[in-house]
């Protein structure tokens, strides 16, 4: 027998007016970044995107590498973004541990772009 649990949950999203159109990737090295077996450099980027907000007056985008649910999709984030201040239109792809090519020889990474970042102004937790 299962029990019911009710939990409410409020998270204020911020809406931004449906009119305005998505962000758009720029620029960046296309869709397939080759790296030998024994790459180890975890500074240097692998791969640097930039996008274009879209939205007038508002140039500001957010970047997020998607973790997916196995290995191949970086479950174990063995890539990470990293958007810095400097370069508010950009983010640089980084490897963060060492490929294991016995298990994995190929990832399939999911950048998004966004114009906009949820940010909940009040949590109510109650359980």
Not at 102 to 122: D, I, N
Request: net charge positive; charged share 20%.
């Amino acid at each position: 027998m299962y029990t019911k649990y009710k939990c409410p949950c409020l998270l204020p999203p911020q809406v931004k007016e449906s009119f305005n159109k998505p962000p758009t990737f720029v620029t960046g090295p296309g869709s397939v970044i080759e790296l030998s077996e024994t790459y180890t450099d975890f500074r240097t980027p692998v791969a640097t995107y930039t996008a274009r907000s879209n939205i007038p007056g508002d140039s500001t985008v957010f970047f997020q590498l998607v973790r997916g649910r196995t290995e191949q999709t970086n479950k174990d984030d063995t890539f990470r973004a990293l958007q810095t201040p400097d370069r508010p239109n950009a983010v640089d792809i980084h490897l963060a541990k060492p490929l294991q090519y016995e298990r994995v020889a190929e990832y399939t990474l999911t950048l998004q772009v966004s114009g906009f970042v949820l940010r909940p102004t009040q949590k109510f937790w109650s359980c």
